[in-house]
């Protein structure tokens, strides 16, 4: 049972907790300074149990969507709405400011995979849900949809471009179906399961095509853009990638880098010349093989970030409202907190179609 640590803390009741694509990483002992006790999860709603004597915005039963990142809202990188890379949530790390349940390197921060969970700065982060909006569509704001839209925000999406997002899992089709506002002519998806690429295509309304059947998809994705290459790529994927033997041996068997970076590296060698290869997908230190001469010499911008949530969560509010989005869409697996074990099973494995799997706590009296 956590406790109120800091006069700003509140402690949140959890309703909702999803796994992510990221937990994943933890799970398979990809990410740096996990350590034994840790309690993961980053994207959960709550009703508020309790606030620090600071705290002026939120009460005592309010329900609310937690950010996964942990803001301080007043330093210099939350004041431009870096909330991804708040300086005072994780002030021994030089680059990712604090997560919730993601291992030492993001804060050592328990997470919202459990009853009840501590939220700092909680007059910053936590948003209060509207009660007009459905629970399950609150949760996948807290991850899924801010990083889905801001993997698109950051490619720069121009009217008739061509987007090409590696990766259909839950970001990767938030991030197909984002890319749509901003007025592309062609979104394609490239992943290696068909159930995804199936879902893929009935949620966002893109191409998809399985990397298996395709002998090169570099060159696929050049043919099919007339050899210039896509206008923009998306990885969505991150460290965890198949599709080269190499960089499946070395950075997730050897684990002589930080995983496999293979997507990136479709990514940077399937964009256009001064096109924009934008990135979501988690990649942990030391470092990863990227061929960084491709980068320099084709002239392409690399944008990356985690999602500054709290930045999107206004616009992203008002399109779930309108009904632009329907984020519940994308769940699949509902399950009780106490199975989370077989959870993880399932969408580690992909089995039974799963592509986003909800825990739901026991309920007290």
């Known amino acids: 049972m956590p406790e109120i640590l800091h006069p700003e803390d509140a402690i949140v009741r959890v309703i909702r907790t999803c796994i992510c694509g990221s937990d994943l990483h933890l799970y398979h002992g990809m990410v740096p300074d996990t350590r034994v006790?840790?309690?993961?999860?980053?994207?959960?709603?709550?009703?508020?149990?309790?606030?620090?004597?600071?705290?002026?915005?939120?009460?005592?039963?309010?329900?609310?969507?937690?950010?996964?990142?942990?803001?301080?809202?007043?330093?210099?990188f939350c004041k431009q709405?870096?909330?991804?890379?708040?300086?005072?949530?994780?002030?021994?790390?030089?680059?990712?400011?604090?997560?919730?349940?993601?291992?030492?390197?993001a804060g050592g921060f328990d997470g919202g995979q459990a009853e009840y969970v501590r939220v700092p700065y909680a007059d910053v982060g936590p948003t209060v849900i509207p009660a007009d909006m459905d629970p399950d569509d609150a949760v996948l704001l807290t991850d899924v949809v801010p990083t889905g839209y801001q993997a698109a925000e950051m490619g720069g999406i121009k009217q008739?471009?061509?987007?090409?997002?590696?990766?259909a899992g839950p970001i990767?089709?938030?991030?197909?179906?984002?890319?749509?506002?901003?007025?592309?002519?062609?979104?394609?998806?490239?992943?290696?399961?068909d159930y995804?690429?199936?879902?893929?295509?009935?949620?966002?309304?893109?191409?998809?095509?399985?990397?298996?059947?395709?002998?090169?998809?570099?060159?696929?994705?050049?043919?099919?853009?007339?050899?210039y290459g896509a206008d923009v790529c998306i990885d969505c994927v991150g460290c965890e990638a198949e599709g080269n033997t190499l960089q499946t041996f070395s950075g997730r068997v050897a684990l002589a880098q930080a995983g496999a970076a293979t997507a990136l590296q479709w990514a940077i060698n399937s964009v256009k010349k001064g096109g924009i290869v934008s990135v979501v997908g988690v990649?942990?230190?030391?470092?990863?093989?990227?061929?960084?001469?491709?980068?320099?010499?084709?002239?392409?911008?690399?944008?990356?970030?985690?999602?500054s949530v709290k930045r999107?969560?206004?616009?992203?509010?008002?399109?779930?409202?309108?009904?632009?989005?329907?984020?519940?869409?994308?769940?699949?697996?509902?399950?009780?907190l106490e199975e989370i074990s077989d959870a993880y099973n399932i969408f580690s494995s992909k089995l039974d179609n799963c592509i986003k799997t909800v825990l739901i706590p026991s309920q007290k009296s």
């Open 37 to 76: 006790g840790s309690t993961f999860g980053h994207e959960f709603t709550g009703i508020v149990e309790e606030v620090g004597p600071m705290v002026r915005n939120l009460k005592v039963g309010d329900q609310v969507l937690v950010p996964f990142n942990i803001a301080c809202g007043k330093c210099n």
């Open 81 to 105: 709405g870096l909330y991804g890379n708040c300086h005072e949530s994780n002030p021994m790390a030089t680059a990712v400011g604090g997560i919730f349940g993601y291992s030492h390197t």
């Open 160 to 167: 008739g471009d061509t987007v090409v997002v590696f990766g």
């Open 172 to 193: 990767g089709i938030m991030a197909a179906r984002c890319a749509w506002f901003f007025g592309p002519s062609r979104v394609i998806v490239i992943d290696h399961i």
């Open 196 to 227: 995804r690429l199936e879902f893929a295509k009935n949620y966002a309304k893109c191409e998809v095509y399985n990397f298996k059947s395709l002998e090169d998809p570099v060159v696929f994705l050049k043919k099919t853009t007339d050899w």
């Open 283 to 307: 990649y942990g230190p030391p470092f990863n093989l990227v061929p960084i001469g491709n980068i320099l010499n084709k002239g392409i911008t690399l944008r990356a970030n985690q999602a």
């Open 312 to 336: 999107l969560l206004p616009k992203l509010i008002d399109h779930v409202q309108a009904g632009r989005l329907k984020p519940s869409e994308l769940i699949t697996h509902r399950i009780p």
